[in-house]
């Protein structure tokens, strides 16, 4: 089996966690463009003695900083200025217990696989674990704009969205209908469904919701590898269906961290 028939089917996911670290697109395309483009240099760096997702993933940590973001830059990978921009916010902006909590409840690693992702023992990742919830329970509140057009799943979310401590403004099922909320009650973080009741597009429906006020999205989707091609424009923020409760709690905490304004000194 070739490097990419090894890697090609866990690259999504990849895609996924790197957006979700980075708050970006962009920049979490970047950090895995860098890790793929020094792992097709030296295979080496792939361990080999593990399943290869946890094998990716692995080499993901160990080469998404500046060294891995530079030998991309120098094969056209990614610019040499974003590697920069990247590597500094990585550095700023994201705990262990981030990452820990996003490898644990979106990409649903088992806690010995965190510990050997993170080189900490496992003890050392339940822990983390805990300081990462404990995070998000002194986050900033919101006003949460549900677009789905399923209503048990509604009702799901908001019950996780309030259990969380935030308020619900509003459950659209079209794209109309999230439009005319979010006029009444502009939203602070919107969670989306890409396939609508009436055949609207929630991605559509969030173009037009944050041109007007802009919020942070999280898009759910039962179809996640669709928008996690890294051709073309595509969410930061993916939850994939059926979701647990977990993975909707992380990527909240997460697209409100990023959405927060900086600390001062």
């Not at 361990?47 to 998404?64: E, I, M, S, T, V």
Request: charged share 15%; hydrophobic share 55%.
């Amino acid at each position: 089996m070739t490097l990419a028939e090894r890697l090609a089917p866990h690259l999504p996911g990849l895609r996924r966690y790197g957006r979700a670290l980075t708050g970006s697109q962009r920049q979490g395309d970047a950090l895995v463009a860098g890790t793929l483009a020094a792992l097709i240099a030296d295979p080496a760096r792939l361990p080999a003695d593990l399943p290869p997702r946890l094998a990716l993933f692995q080499a993901f940590h160990g080469l998404a900083g500046a060294a891995a973001l530079a030998d991309a830059a120098a094969a056209g990978v990614v610019g040499l200025g974003a590697a920069g921009v990247v590597a500094a916010r990585l550095a700023q902006l994201l705990p262990l217990p981030r990452q820990v909590l996003l490898l644990a409840a979106m990409e649903g690693f088992a806690t010995t696989e965190i510990a050997l992702l993170i080189d900490r023992p496992a003890a050392a990742v339940l822990a983390l674990l805990d300081a990462a919830m404990a995070d998000i329970g002194r986050q900033t509140r919101s006003h949460v704009l549900i677009i789905e057009d399923e209503p048990i799943i509604a009702m799901d979310i908001e019950a996780i969205v309030t259990g969380l401590g935030h308020r619900v403004s509003g459950i659209a099922a079209t794209r109309d209908e999230a439009l005319a909320l979010a006029g009444a009650d502009p939203p602070g973080l919107i969670l989306a469904d890409i396939q609508l009741r009436d055949g609207s597009s929630g991605i559509a429906a969030v173009r037009d919701l944050v041109a007007r006020t802009p919020a942070p999205s999280i898009f759910i989707t039962g179809f996640p590898d669709r928008l996690l091609t890294g051709r073309r424009p595509e969410p930061a923020f993916l939850i994939s269906k059926p979701f647990v409760p977990a993975s909707v709690a992380a990527a909240i905490a997460q697209a409100l961290f990023f959405a927060a304004p900086p600390l001062r000194a």
